[in-house]
């Protein structure tokens, strides 16, 4: 399995989709075959480090490493960042931004399906993050952001909406970042004001929807 994980980075990065030293270092460090379901009859487990999207459950997915990779590339996720992980379901992008934040960065991880709240807080928890207090897992409605640690400095939503969310970008800090699937393309906003926005869309993607 790790020959099959070093592939992958290399080829993410051969292929420009990582770029960034310590998102690179956080792919490696963090496993993705420890954040699927450990079914000894299904395929996947076996095909957790290839390219591809798998199911976890509940019409819900891992998403494809190749669009994690761009998310976390243009989110820019730093050390000592408090980051908002929406729809955090099997908890594999929660613990690669809880890597990449660090002990003086934070991630509030919220799920609102409660059997994959638990699976993804029990996956997340393989790595001593839930006990150290690196993430904090919530189950509860992410389309509406959890207004009591905001502001943050990153939102990443990993499930597609119907159109921006706003009630996510007023809980963002000045110069904070929120990438976002709406429909077939993800979204990055950047908050420059209050009320002013620099925003680009990269088009092309597949999401499961946002519940």
Same mark, same amino acid.
């Given at each position: 399995?790790?020959?099959?994980?070093?592939? +992958?980075?290399?080829?993410?990065?051969?292929?420009?989709?990582?770029?960034?030293?310590?998102?690179?270092?956080?792919?490696?460090?963090?496993?993705?075959?420890?954040?699927?379901?450990?079914?000894?009859?299904?395929?996947?487990?076996?095909?957790?480090?290839?390219?591809?999207?798998?199911?976890?459950?509940?019409?819900?997915?891992?998403?494809?490493?190749?669009?994690?990779?761009?998310?976390?590339?243009?989110?820019?996720?730093?050390?000592?960042?408090?980051?908002?992980?929406?729809?955090?379901?099997?908890?594999?992008?929660?613990?690669?931004?809880?890597?990449?934040?660090?002990?003086?960065?934070?991630?509030?991880?919220?799920?609102?399906?409660?059997? +994959?709240?638990?699976?993804?807080?029990?996956?997340?928890?393989?790595?001593?993050?839930?006990?150290?207090?690196?993430?904090?897992?919530?189950?509860?409605?992410?389309?509406?952001?959890?207004?009591?640690?905001?502001?943050?400095?990153?939102?990443?939503?990993?499930?597609?909406?119907?159109?921006?969310?706003?009630?996510?970008?007023?809980?963002?800090?000045?110069?904070?970042?929120?990438?976002?699937?709406?429909?077939?393309?993800?979204? +990055?906003?950047?908050?420059?004001?209050?009320?002013?926005?620099?925003?680009?869309?990269?088009?092309?993607?597949?999401?499961?929807?946002?519940?």
């Amino acid at each position: 399995m790790e020959h099959i994980t070093k592939r +992958l980075i290399d080829e993410l990065v051969e292929g420009g989709w990582l770029k960034t030293p310590e998102i690179i270092n956080a792919f490696k460090k963090i496993k993705r075959k420890d954040f699927i379901p450990e079914d000894a009859k299904s395929a996947s487990w076996r095909m957790a480090e290839l390219n591809q999207a798998l199911p976890i459950g509940f019409g819900q997915t891992i998403s494809q490493p190749l669009t994690v990779a761009f998310m976390l590339e243009i989110l820019q996720p730093k050390r000592g960042d408090k980051i908002l992980d929406v729809g955090a379901g099997s908890g594999w992008t929660s613990a690669l931004l809880a890597e990449i934040a660090g002990k003086k960065g934070g991630v509030i991880a919220i799920e609102i399906i409660p059997e +994959l709240f638990e699976f993804g807080k029990n996956n997340t928890g393989k790595y001593g993050f839930v006990k150290k207090g690196t993430v904090e897992f919530i189950l509860g409605n992410g389309a509406k952001g959890y207004e009591k640690e905001a502001p943050y400095d990153k939102i990443l939503v990993s499930a597609s909406a119907k159109r921006p969310p706003e009630i996510l970008k007023k809980q963002l800090k000045i110069n904070g970042r929120l990438v976002c699937p709406v429909e077939n393309s993800i979204w +990055l906003f950047i908050k420059k004001s209050k009320n002013e926005f620099e925003q680009k869309e990269y088009k092309g993607f597949v999401f499961v929807p946002l519940v």
